[in-house]
């Protein structure tokens, strides 16, 4: 993929064409996620296939489907009622997975030592691991309203997690959904994304778009090793 030529702006807003009567539902958030991701993938050095097979772990209403669809993906879901992502094998073959996307997920569980192999397992050489977590540094405060949170990260720690587990071209970002490139980079990205944009995207406050976007969260992304 070519930096130069990816405009997430302009692939979300060609992406809303699809499918106007969701826009303001799951499917319009699974688009955010995606396009996101994709952006996320190219500003690492990550090019993904045309035909990627993608695997959403943590799936729940499998809200990411529509859009991987949208992209040609090959979708595969798997959620908590399927398998015990602490414990459990994952029912897919070795090397079978391009991307393995969980968003929201490694924080509620206690060791995700077997949860990340299994994603290595699964993913091809040069395959994508995906995560997004609460950024712990950011979000102290209400991290463990969730009584389903049992395990914090900062970008440094998922980081270090993610290369103890094999995977290389280990990355972290703000989680920002589709801005432009500029609030991923630098020293202090985590920290623009916080203050500089004090209001959600979402938020229904007559505030202008510059303002909105704050995040709280972390994107970690890794790669398979190819050899």
């Not at 529509?66 to 029912?91: H, I, M, Q, R």
């Not at 991307?99 to 060791?111: F, P, T, Y």
């Not at 970008?155 to 290369?163: A, G, H, R, T, V």
């Amino acid at each position: 993929m070519d930096k130069n030529n990816f405009d997430v702006r302009a692939a979300y807003e060609s992406a809303k064409q699809t499918d106007t009567v969701e826009m303001n539902g799951r499917y319009h958030l699974g688009m955010r996620e995606i396009q996101t991701f994709k952006l996320l993938a190219q500003e690492s050095g990550i090019a993904l296939p045309r035909n990627t097979a993608f695997l959403d772990l943590g799936c729940a209403d499998r809200y990411l489907e529509k859009a991987c669809v949208a992209e040609g993906w090959l979708y595969t879901g798997l959620d908590y009622s399927n398998l015990n992502f602490e414990f459990d094998t994952f029912p897919l073959a070795d090397a079978s997975i391009d991307v393995a996307a969980s968003l929201a997920v490694i924080e509620h569980l206690r060791d995700p030592a077997k949860f990340l192999s299994e994603i290595y397992r699964c993913l091809k050489p040069g395959g994508v691991v995906y995560l997004s977590t609460p950024n712990f540094r950011l979000d102290w405060k209400n991290f463990y309203n969730d009584p389903t949170h049992v395990r914090p990260y900062t970008p440094e720690s998922i980081e270090q997690l993610l290369k103890l587990q094999g995977y290389d071209s280990v990355k972290s970002y703000p989680g920002l959904r589709c801005k432009d490139i500029a609030w991923y980079r630098g020293k202090h990205r985590f920290l623009k994304a916080y203050y500089l944009l004090p209001f959600r995207y979402d938020t229904r406050l007559p505030v202008p778009s510059f303002l909105k976007g704050h995040a709280r969260s972390v994107f970690a992304l890794g790669r398979k090793q190819l050899t």
